[in-house]
């Protein structure tokens, strides 16, 4: 069973920083792409980014294309969000997710374990 722990939420200003941890359990993370994604009051989940398993590609949302960093440490089962720059439209609780094995995806449908997720607000 994999278990995906998601931290680093809060409130921010318009124009701040946060960055985001999902902690991994299981040996094989390193096998497998991870994803980000956020769900705002009243909305769809929507794909934020995605990194494959070495972290060699990377994938991001128009809207946050720029803004938005991802990465993952295979040594410490942990993947990372770095946002800079926030919006109040970024407001969203966001999930950590993993994809399948060597793959990554924009859909949630290629994605088989999620986090409980961390909420971000960002005020005006």
């Known amino acids: 069973q994999v278990q995906l722990v998601e931290s680093g939420g809060g409130l921010v200003q318009a124009g701040g920083s946060l960055r985001l941890s999902c902690a991994a359990s299981?040996?094989?993370?390193?096998?497998?792409?991870m994803g980000w994604f956020r769900q705002a009051p009243g909305k769809e989940r929507e794909f934020v980014s995605t990194?494959?398993?070495?972290?060699?590609?990377?994938l991001y949302a128009d809207s946050v294309q720029g803004r938005f960093t991802i990465s993952r440490d295979n040594v410490k089962n942990t993947v990372y969000l770095q946002m800079n720059s926030l919006k109040p439209e970024d407001t969203a609780v966001y999930y950590c997710?993993?994809?399948?094995?060597?793959?990554?995806?924009?859909?949630?449908?290629?994605?088989?374990?999620w986090g409980q997720g961390t909420q971000v607000t960002v005020s005006s």
């Open positions: 299981g040996r094989t993370f390193s096998t497998y792409g």
């Open positions: 997710a993993r994809a399948g094995f060597l793959r990554i995806g924009v859909s949630s449908d290629d994605y088989d374990y």
């Open positions: 990194i494959s398993w070495n972290g060699g590609t990377e």
